[in-house]
Protein backbone atom coordinates (compact mmCIF):
# COMPACT_ATOMS: atom_id res chain seq x y z
CA UNK A 1 0.00 0.00 0.00
CA UNK A 2 1.22 3.25 -0.69
CA UNK A 3 2.63 5.80 2.03
CA UNK A 4 0.28 8.17 0.52
CA UNK A 5 -2.89 5.77 0.61
CA UNK A 6 -1.62 5.68 3.98
CA UNK A 7 -1.88 8.60 5.10
CA UNK A 8 -5.53 9.60 3.55
CA UNK A 9 -6.74 6.62 6.17
CA UNK A 10 -4.86 7.94 9.32
CA UNK A 11 -5.64 11.40 8.21
CA UNK A 12 -9.62 10.54 7.46
CA UNK A 13 -10.17 8.83 11.25
CA UNK A 14 -11.32 11.06 13.53
CA UNK A 15 -10.04 11.56 16.80
CA UNK A 16 -13.06 11.90 19.84
CA UNK A 17 -11.79 12.58 23.44
CA UNK A 18 -13.24 11.25 26.80
CA UNK A 19 -15.24 8.62 24.46
CA UNK A 20 -16.42 6.13 26.02
CA UNK A 21 -15.26 7.06 29.17
CA UNK A 22 -12.60 10.38 30.74
CA UNK A 23 -9.02 10.18 29.95
CA UNK A 24 -9.91 7.75 26.72
CA UNK A 25 -8.92 9.10 23.31
CA UNK A 26 -11.48 7.47 20.67
CA UNK A 27 -9.93 6.99 17.16
CA UNK A 28 -13.18 6.85 15.17
CA UNK A 29 -13.07 5.02 11.88
CA UNK A 30 -16.89 5.86 10.79
CA UNK A 31 -15.27 8.33 8.37
CA UNK A 32 -13.25 5.81 6.35
CA UNK A 33 -16.68 3.40 6.33
CA UNK A 34 -18.24 6.15 4.75
CA UNK A 35 -15.99 6.77 1.97
CA UNK A 36 -15.95 3.53 -0.63
CA UNK A 37 -12.43 4.68 -1.96
CA UNK A 38 -10.83 4.75 1.85
CA UNK A 39 -12.86 1.60 2.84
CA UNK A 40 -12.08 -0.31 -0.63
CA UNK A 41 -7.66 1.15 0.02
CA UNK A 42 -8.42 -0.34 4.01
CA UNK A 43 -9.90 -3.63 2.80
CA UNK A 44 -6.95 -3.47 0.01
CA UNK A 45 -3.80 -2.89 2.29
CA UNK A 46 -5.33 -5.60 5.07
CA UNK A 47 -5.48 -8.35 2.21
CA UNK A 48 -1.95 -7.66 1.43
CA UNK A 49 -0.34 -10.19 4.28
CA UNK A 50 -2.69 -12.75 2.67
CA UNK A 51 -2.36 -12.43 -0.44
CA UNK A 52 -1.40 -15.81 -3.11
CA UNK A 53 -2.06 -17.48 0.51
CA UNK A 54 -5.22 -20.05 0.62
CA UNK A 55 -7.20 -18.77 3.17
CA UNK A 56 -10.84 -20.90 3.53
CA UNK A 57 -11.92 -18.72 6.30
CA UNK A 58 -11.84 -15.21 7.48
CA UNK A 59 -13.15 -14.63 11.37
CA UNK A 60 -14.52 -11.22 12.63
CA UNK A 61 -14.82 -10.17 15.98
CA UNK A 62 -18.45 -8.50 17.11
CA UNK A 63 -18.89 -5.48 15.89
CA UNK A 64 -16.60 -3.55 13.64
CA UNK A 65 -14.44 -7.26 12.99
CA UNK A 66 -17.46 -8.16 11.07
CA UNK A 67 -17.19 -4.99 8.85
CA UNK A 68 -13.70 -5.69 7.94
CA UNK A 69 -14.01 -9.78 8.02
CA UNK A 70 -16.79 -10.16 5.53
CA UNK A 71 -15.19 -7.80 3.58
CA UNK A 72 -11.49 -9.46 3.69
CA UNK A 73 -13.15 -12.53 3.31
CA UNK A 74 -14.66 -11.46 0.01
CA UNK A 75 -11.88 -10.45 -1.11
CA UNK A 76 -9.73 -13.65 -0.42
CA UNK A 77 -12.61 -15.76 -1.69
CA UNK A 78 -13.20 -17.11 2.21
CA UNK A 79 -16.19 -18.16 4.16
CA UNK A 80 -17.01 -15.39 7.25
CA UNK A 81 -17.09 -16.65 10.95
CA UNK A 82 -18.39 -14.03 13.68
CA UNK A 83 -17.24 -14.23 16.59
CA UNK A 84 -19.89 -12.48 19.32
CA UNK A 85 -20.39 -11.46 22.65
CA UNK A 86 -22.12 -14.46 24.65
CA UNK A 87 -25.70 -15.04 24.18
CA UNK A 88 -25.89 -14.10 20.72
CA UNK A 89 -25.02 -16.88 18.32
CA UNK A 90 -28.47 -18.87 17.68
CA UNK A 91 -26.44 -22.41 17.78
CA UNK A 92 -24.45 -24.60 19.54
CA UNK A 93 -20.90 -22.38 20.75
CA UNK A 94 -17.69 -22.48 22.77
CA UNK A 95 -16.66 -19.78 24.76
CA UNK A 96 -13.94 -17.69 26.65
CA UNK A 97 -14.14 -15.51 29.37
CA UNK A 98 -11.43 -13.12 29.41
CA UNK A 99 -10.09 -9.70 31.73
CA UNK A 100 -10.59 -6.50 30.47
CA UNK A 101 -8.47 -3.49 31.67
CA UNK A 102 -12.15 -2.32 33.24
CA UNK A 103 -14.19 -6.00 33.99
CA UNK A 104 -15.03 -9.17 32.03
CA UNK A 105 -16.57 -10.13 28.82
CA UNK A 106 -16.71 -13.30 27.27
CA UNK A 107 -17.07 -14.10 23.45
CA UNK A 108 -18.64 -17.06 21.57
CA UNK A 109 -18.19 -18.90 18.07
CA UNK A 110 -20.26 -21.52 16.95
CA UNK A 111 -18.75 -25.23 17.45
CA UNK A 112 -19.24 -26.18 13.94
CA UNK A 113 -17.98 -22.92 12.65
CA UNK A 114 -14.40 -23.96 11.80
CA UNK A 115 -12.76 -27.50 10.78
CA UNK A 116 -9.64 -28.53 11.91
CA UNK A 117 -6.67 -27.49 9.37
CA UNK A 118 -8.76 -24.93 7.61
CA UNK A 119 -6.75 -21.96 7.36
CA UNK A 120 -7.93 -19.40 9.15
CA UNK A 121 -7.31 -15.24 9.40
CA UNK A 122 -8.45 -13.37 12.29
CA UNK A 123 -9.70 -9.68 11.64
CA UNK A 124 -10.55 -6.78 13.71
CA UNK A 125 -11.00 -2.89 13.41
CA UNK A 126 -8.69 -2.45 16.42
CA UNK A 127 -5.68 -3.80 18.62
CA UNK A 128 -5.30 -1.95 22.23
CA UNK A 129 -4.71 -4.86 25.08
CA UNK A 130 -4.80 -7.68 23.04
CA UNK A 131 -7.46 -9.08 25.56
CA UNK A 132 -10.55 -9.80 22.96
CA UNK A 133 -8.27 -10.84 20.38
CA UNK A 134 -6.45 -13.19 22.33
CA UNK A 135 -10.09 -14.79 23.62
CA UNK A 136 -11.13 -15.01 19.44
CA UNK A 137 -7.31 -16.77 18.98
CA UNK A 138 -8.41 -18.87 21.53
CA UNK A 139 -10.95 -20.09 20.16
CA UNK A 140 -9.28 -20.71 16.51
CA UNK A 141 -6.98 -22.68 18.44
CA UNK A 142 -9.64 -25.04 19.83
CA UNK A 143 -11.24 -25.81 16.67
CA UNK A 144 -7.98 -27.47 15.59
CA UNK A 145 -7.89 -25.10 12.22
CA UNK A 146 -4.68 -23.42 11.05
CA UNK A 147 -4.12 -19.73 12.54
CA UNK A 148 -2.29 -17.85 9.63
CA UNK A 149 -2.04 -14.64 11.33
CA UNK A 150 -4.16 -11.54 12.27
CA UNK A 151 -4.76 -8.56 10.78
CA UNK A 152 -6.24 -5.22 12.29
CA UNK A 153 -7.08 -1.98 10.69
CA UNK A 154 -5.70 -0.05 13.53
CA UNK A 155 -2.86 -1.13 16.38
CA UNK A 156 -2.83 1.07 19.39
CA UNK A 157 1.17 0.03 20.28
CA UNK A 158 1.38 1.82 23.37
CA UNK A 159 -1.10 -0.60 25.25
CA UNK A 160 1.40 -3.54 23.77
CA UNK A 161 -1.58 -6.31 23.10
CA UNK A 162 0.77 -7.63 19.96
CA UNK A 163 2.70 -8.95 22.46
CA UNK A 164 -0.12 -10.80 23.86
CA UNK A 165 -1.02 -12.38 20.65
CA UNK A 166 3.16 -12.91 19.48
CA UNK A 167 2.97 -16.58 20.27
CA UNK A 168 -0.07 -17.14 17.53
CA UNK A 169 1.52 -16.33 14.51
CA UNK A 170 2.10 -12.97 12.11
CA UNK A 171 0.27 -9.62 13.59
CA UNK A 172 -0.49 -7.14 10.88
CA UNK A 173 -1.90 -3.85 11.24
CA UNK A 174 -2.48 -1.03 8.40
CA UNK A 175 -2.02 1.80 10.66
CA UNK A 176 -0.38 2.26 14.04
CA UNK A 177 -0.95 4.51 16.62
Known amino acids: MSPESLERLRSTIRDVPDFPQ ?40 DARGF ?19 KGKLPWQTRGVDYSLEYGKNSVEMHVDALA ?23 LIQESGADLLGSVFFIELAFLNGREKLAETGPVHALLTF
Open 22 to 61: PGILFKDITPVLADPELLNEAIEGMTEAFAGQKVDKVVGI
Open 67 to 85: IFGALIAQRLGAGFIPVRK
Open 116 to 138: PREKVVLADDLLATGGTAGAALQ
